[in-house]
């Protein structure tokens, strides 16, 4: 089938070269078809595809075809009706078929096709969210819960470890605060979180997520069942947050380290497309935002905690909560606050209320009493235990002697493990021999006596000479073989001189 654009391009060659077949070469096609569509321009029947249709093998069976496309509603698949038209005496080939069932299925489309409406929201009044399969962080899970105000296009994603009816409205109050106002209508899809189940097509809501709702004074809306087209909005939200977020072979994006990580991804994504003009209203989201407020009912000043588990306050010595006869541990900022703990599958996670709304701040493996679950990020770095221990000084010799650098630490510890006698005169002696020679040289020495377990009396000094010795005997070797314009190190020809000569022999 030729398009416009080819017949054009055939007809130009001919009419440039005058030949059938030099047309056909610069156009990359037969020259009968050349011949073809000049003829049907003499015509004046020249139209897209061929010229004239020639009679197919499948054209006794195209009302087969037709029923088989209306009986299944245009779901038939080719190879399928292949196989069919086979037992029916059929002897073309499957491509014939394929071509043959793609027309019929086109022209089944044409009056079926279903015809939206376009939407004009009103600013306050909708917005929507859903979820998407979010990339996989240390072997875990992920779900990208995306919401999309409909006025200003201003979108907020956030990560969400479940899709649980806790964690579900936790996102649903942050993504709230970022509107900073509730529309009236939220839009989402039927899930169970949101609808438990259709009598005669009339959805019955979750009591808990209308409790949730109820409390910021939302209306919860859910569209057709798989009727994604419906709410539209946020689908092309998921779309081109799992584009930007998800790493793939398209994107080449590296694999995520941490949870944060992925969360601070997500938050850069909402700054660069919340703050760049929109390609429908060509407007700046964010500033629209502004604009869309003044028509968002108030935001409630505590969220709703009901769904969040039971409440528990954080040790202020220890940052551990108690649940079901097991202690967990949550981030050591939070001692003395109060957090919510719930259940979930064989897990516990630990949720906080701030300034932003519920935040998810711990999530455990459960456990047994007398087994706590700690998670060293939540503790501050650990103070050193009795087999690591560094130097530090309490009075000013002290401070005199680990000023000479780290070998004098070293000796110190290791003196010390090795139960040498009267270190504090040795630590002035090391001071006193810093003040005659370089201090660095005498660091050196302790770092080298700490390393051969030299503690003795005069050990120190002993060093330091053999060290002076060796730089001294350096000095003079390099000085005594060094080469210069009038001194040459290369090897001289006066012992050849006498090569031959009677007295050589």
């Known amino acids: 089938m030729k398009s416009a654009e080819e017949i054009m391009e055939i007809l130009e060659a001919y009419d ?45 069976y195209l009302d087969k075809l037709e029923e088989w496309v209306d009986r299944s509603r245009g779901k038939v698949r080719a190879d399928v009706a292949h196989e069919k038209l086979i037992a029916l005496g059929y002897t073309g080939s499957e491509r014939t078929t394929r071509r043959a069932v793609a027309e019929v299925k086109a022209v089944y489309r044409a009056g079926r096709r279903r015809v939206h409406r376009p939407w004009v ?24 819960f995306c919401a999309w105000l409909a006025w200003c296009r201003f979108r907020v994603v956030l990560v969400l470890l479940d899709k649980t009816a806790p964690s579900v409205m936790a996102a649903i109050d942050a993504t709230l605060r970022a509107f900073s106002g509730v529309p009236t ?40 069942p798989a009727d994604p087209a419906s709410k539209g909005g946020s689908e092309n939200a998921v779309k081109i947050a799992k584009a930007d977020l998800v790493p793939c072979e398209a994107n080449l994006l590296p694999e995520y380290d941490s949870f944060a990580e992925l969360e601070a991804a997500c938050a850069a994504f909402c700054q660069q497309v919340n703050n760049r003009p929109h390609r429908v209203t060509r407007r700046v989201p964010a500033e629209m935002l502004a604009e869309e407020r003044a028509r968002l009912h108030p935001l409630p000043e505590h969220p709703w905690t009901a769904a969040f588990g039971v409440t528990r306050t954080v040790g202020l010595n220890t940052p551990m909560v108690a649940f079901e006869h097991g202690s967990y541990s949550v981030p050591h900022t939070l001692a003395g606050q109060t957090v919510w703990v719930r259940p979930y599958a064989e897990q516990v996670v630990i949720v906080h209320v701030g300034d932003a709304g519920p935040v998810e701040v711990a999530r455990h493996a459960r456990t047994t009493p007398g087994n706590p679950r700690v998670d060293d990020a939540h503790f501050p770095p650990r103070p050193e235990g009795p087999l690591n221990r560094t130097p530090r000084a309490k009075t000013v010799a002290e401070a005199q002697f680990l000023a000479l650098g780290d070998g004098a630490a070293l000796w110190l ?66 000085e005594a073989s060094r080469a210069s314009e009038h001194n040459s190190l290369a090897q001289g020809t006066g012992g050849w001189a006498g090569l031959g000569s009677e007295e050589a022999n």
């Open 16 to 60: 440039l070269t005058g030949s059938l077949r030099d047309a056909a070469e610069l156009a990359g096609c037969s020259h009968h078809t050349v011949a073809q569509y000049v003829a049907a321009r003499e015509r004046g029947e020249l139209r897209p595809g061929r010229a004239e249709r020639r009679e197919m093998l499948v054209d006794p």
């Open 121 to 144: 929201p009103e600013p306050g009044m909708w917005f929507q969210y859903d979820f998407g399969d979010g990339p996989r962080v240390n072997g875990v899970g992920t779900q990208l």
């Open 185 to 224: 209508y939220a839009l989402t899809d039927n899930e169970k979180t949101v609808t438990s189940e259709h009598v005669a097509g009339i959805p019955v809501r979750n009591a808990k997520m209308l409790d949730f709702a109820h409390h910021y004074g939302l209306t919860i809306a859910t569209c057709m």
């Open 413 to 478: 510890t290791e003196a010390g493990a090795a139960g040498c006698s009267r270190i504090r005169a040795k630590m002035a002696e090391a001071v006193d021999l810093a003040a005659l020679h370089d201090p660095a040289n005498v660091d050196r020495a302790l770092g080298q006596a700490a390393t051969a377990g030299r503690f003795g009396h005069g050990d120190l000094a002993a060093i330091l000479t053999h060290q002076a010795g060796d730089c001294a005997t350096t000095a003079n070797t390099t």
